[in-house]
């Protein structure tokens, strides 16, 4: 059964860097099967797809956003990372990691969830 | 794509049939999933591909709709049952969510 964790700093600092990682197991992220997946949700909000990043390093990302953001993964670790430069008190958010399901000719719903991480962005 | 789901709150007793509905912006078919999320919670996947039960999930979930109406029917509400509810549309990048519906108890 996967499972993921998120890790990372609970504060941040107003334009400063968001950097969050993904440890996963049960499953490896070079399968080539799943897209790793960043989604967050402000509280008491809705949940805002982040970006994706797969095994060969392929990254997209949501065009919304007005955060820079960057992916990326580590295939010794079993771990996928992000980034966001410059953030605002906008930013704040419970972040989770998951692992995206691809249809077959669409996008991917999200199977497995981490148990989420919450980021505050003070100045 | 945007989803406007509705209602926003839904108040219910054990053993009602409930329906939550997401609208889309514009017409598309098959990609909606549905989640559940309780308090302090990640979210579960339910429902793929409209109408797919995610393995697990009980039979009184049930999902349905294309075009640009998509509906989550929980027939026989048990009280594990009440939660946040959340469509997604995977149909068109970028990937969205509704706005969520509470489920609570009436």
């Known amino acids: 059964q996967v499972q993921l964790q998120e890790s990372g700093p609970g504060l941040v600092k107003s334009s400063g860097t968001l950097s969050l990682t993904c440890s996963v197991s049960g499953d490896s992220i070079t399968s080539g099967t799943y897209y790793w997946t960043w989604i967050r949700q402000p509280a008491g909000r809705g949940l805002e797809w982040i970006g994706r990043v797969y095994a060969s390093g392929s990254i997209n990302f949501n065009p919304s956003l007005k955060t820079p953001v960057t992916m990326s993964v580590d295939t010794s670790k079993n771990q996928f990372s992000l980034t966001m430069r410059s953030v605002t008190a906008a930013d704040t958010a419970i972040y989770f990691c998951?692992?995206?399901?691809?249809?077959?000719?669409?996008?991917?719903?999200?199977?497995?969830w981490g148990q989420g991480i919450l980021v505050t962005v003070a100045s | 794509i945007q989803m406007t789901q509705f209602p926003s709150t839904l108040s219910a007793s054990v053993g009602d049939r409930v329906t939550i509905t997401c609208r889309a912006s514009?017409?598309?078919?098959?990609?909606v999933a549905w989640y559940q999320q309780k308090p302090g919670k990640a979210p579960k996947l339910l429902i793929h591909k409209t109408s797919n039960l995610e393995s697990g999930v009980p039979s009184r979930f049930s999902g349905s709709g294309s075009g640009t109406e998509f509906t989550l029917t929980i027939s026989d509400l048990q009280p594990d049952d009440f939660a946040i509810y959340y469509c997604?549309?995977?149909?068109?990048?970028?990937?969205?969510f509704g706005q969520g519906t509470t489920v609570e108890v009436k």
């Open positions: 997604q549309q995977y149909n068109n990048y970028p990937w969205s």
């Open positions: 998951a692992r995206g399901r691809p249809s077959s000719v669409a996008g991917e719903c999200f199977d497995s």
């Open positions: 514009h017409s598309f078919s098959t990609w």
